[in-house]
T-cell receptor, first 112, second 110 residues
Framework: RKEVEQDPGPFNVPEGATVAFNCTYS??????FFWYRQDCRKEPKLLMS???SGNEDGRFTAQLNRASQYISLLIRDSKLSDSATYLC?????????????FGKGTHLIIQP | SQTIHQWPATLVQPVGSPLSLECTVE??????LYWYRQAAGRGLQLLFY??????ISSEVPQNLSASRPQDRQFILSSKKLLLSDSGFYLC?????????FGQGTRLTVV
């Protein structure tokens, strides 16, 4: 089983719609969770951390379900500029970034 | 604020040639530093990480090596490139679990 698994998409979504995607992870001892955004041919950039209680940042909401071992990202009122690949990232050891495992990403296309 | 610089942005090298990619971080001391590779259609793969000057850990056996001659400098090298070394190479730093990436080097070995 892959350590971090995401639906690669692409998700084609009209502007203004709400879109959600999930990511599953295999290591039940995982301690940290993040969503990164990667634009075409650019470096990944941290979008948000994911906390046990769930967290919201503007139009973006992230949630963690430890029992089912998945995290989710919800984007409301989607904008054309939200088009990107979204990487699910899970931290598996002692707190350092060397313990991070990256998913292959979900490709999102917002259509006008 | 912290910034990370990585160069060159793109590179085309013949098989068998050497490689040197450089990464520097500003605005922080004693960061953890990382080299990742992202091949087409694949996820990010951790190649090396360093917790201090001269300290390098390798995650996968490969044709590459890394060095950290100064606190905020991290270098990725190869003596002889292979076709399979092509990819998008990313330097990153962290304090804690969050990683922050440089702009990346797109390497094509021909």
């Amino acid at each position: 089983r892959k350590e971090v698994e995401q639906d690669p998409g692409p998700f084609n979504v009209p502007e203004g719609a709400t879109v959600a995607f999930n990511c599953t992870y295999s290591n039940s001892a995982s301690q940290s969770f993040f969503w990164y955004r990667q634009d075409c041919r650019k470096e990944p950039k941290l979008l948000m951390s994911v906390y046990s209680s769930g967290n919201e940042d503007g139009r973006f909401t992230a949630q963690l379900n430890r029992a089912s071992q998945y995290i989710s990202l919800l984007i409301r009122d989607s904008k054309l500029s939200d088009s990107a690949t979204y990487l699910c990232v899970v931290g598996n050891s002692g707190g350092g970034a060397d313990g991070l495992t990256f998913g292959k990403g979900t490709h999102l296309i917002i259509q006008p | 604020s912290q910034t990370i610089h990585q160069w060159p942005a793109t590179l085309v090298q013949p098989v068998g040639s050497p490689l040197s990619l450089e990464c520097t971080v500003e605005g922080t001391s004693n960061p953890n530093l990382y080299w990742y590779r992202q091949a087409a259609g694949r996820g990010l793969q951790l190649l090396f990480y360093s917790v201090g000057i001269g300290q390098i850990s390798s995650e996968v056996p490969q044709n590459l090596s890394a060095s950290r001659p100064q606190d905020r400098q991290f270098i990725l090298s190869s003596k002889k490139l292979l076709l399979s070394d092509s990819g998008f190479y990313l330097c990153a730093w962290s304090i804690g679990a969050e990683a922050f990436f440089g702009q990346g080097t797109r390497l094509t070995v021909v």
